[in-house]
């Protein structure tokens, strides 16, 4: 499996932007990146996902470098509500649902 | 719409025991995959089922398996429990009409064994 490098934690100020970076560099074809993030006491919770283009959606954006080997998960203004473990995951489309899971960054929002 | 439903929440068991975790997926999706997450490994992929058919297994021994019924619902059995399958029990459901569905985790059963 194509393996995912994250920081194993970040800091950010409330209310503003945090920058989730991830390196894929062995990253193939058939990969789409996923990310994922799981709140205390919680299951982990679908954030976004894509796979060459930059997607947004109402959580998150997800920007994908031009060779697919590094992209970074955007949230535009942090809450106290998004400190969580966030997990950068490859998801192979021939896989069906087995993810693989890497240790994912922490993040940590101080009011 | 309801989300994952798993039960028990939590659940103490000896040494040697066997063990039924239950997982009630979101209405409409068929595919049900289970983790295990330990602070040491963190999240590792148990198995997968689909329409009552197991698709994907993870590298875990025999002693644990798992089934699908007609209504999707899904149980995982761990059986001869040892002290390092204390962990947290993840099921996730999914529609698998695209491969790249997300999936939907519960909360989880955390079982502890002593």
């Known amino acids: 499996d194509a393996k995912t490098t994250q920081p194993n934690s970040m800091e950010s100020n409330e209310e503003e932007p945090v920058h989730l970076p991830c390196n894929h560099s062995t990253i193939s074809g058939t990969d789409y990146i996923h990310w994922y993030r799981q709140l205390p006491s919680q299951g982990p919770e679908y954030v976004i996902h894509g796979l060459t283009s930059n997607v947004n959606n109402r959580m998150a954006s997800l920007a994908i470098a031009e060779d697919r080997k590094s992209s970074t998960l955007i949230l535009h203004r942090a809450t106290l509500r998004d400190a969580a473990v966030y997990y950068c995951i490859l998801r192979d489309m021939n896989a069906g649902n087995m993810l693989t899971f890497g240790g994912g960054t922490r993040l940590m929002v101080k009011p | ?114």
């Not at chain 2, 994907?56 to 021994?61: I, M, S, T, V, Y």
């Open chain 2, 1 to 114: 719409k309801a989300g994952v439903t798993q039960t028990p929440r939590y659940l103490i068991k000896t040494r040697g025991q066997q063990v039924t975790l239950s997982c009630s997926p979101i209405s409409g999706h068929r595919s049900v995959s289970w983790y295990q997450q330990t602070p040491g490994q963190g999240l590792q992929f148990l198995f997968e089922y689909f329409s009552e058919t197991q698709r994907n297994k993870g590298n875990f021994p025999g002693r644990f398996s798992g089934r699908q019924f007609s209504n999707s619902r899904s149980e995982m059995n761990v059986s001869t429990l040892e002290l390092g399958d204390s962990a947290l029990y993840l099921c996730a459901s999914s529609k698998r009409e695209s491969t790249n569905s997300p999936l939907h985790f519960g909360n989880g059963t955390r079982l502890t064994v002593t």
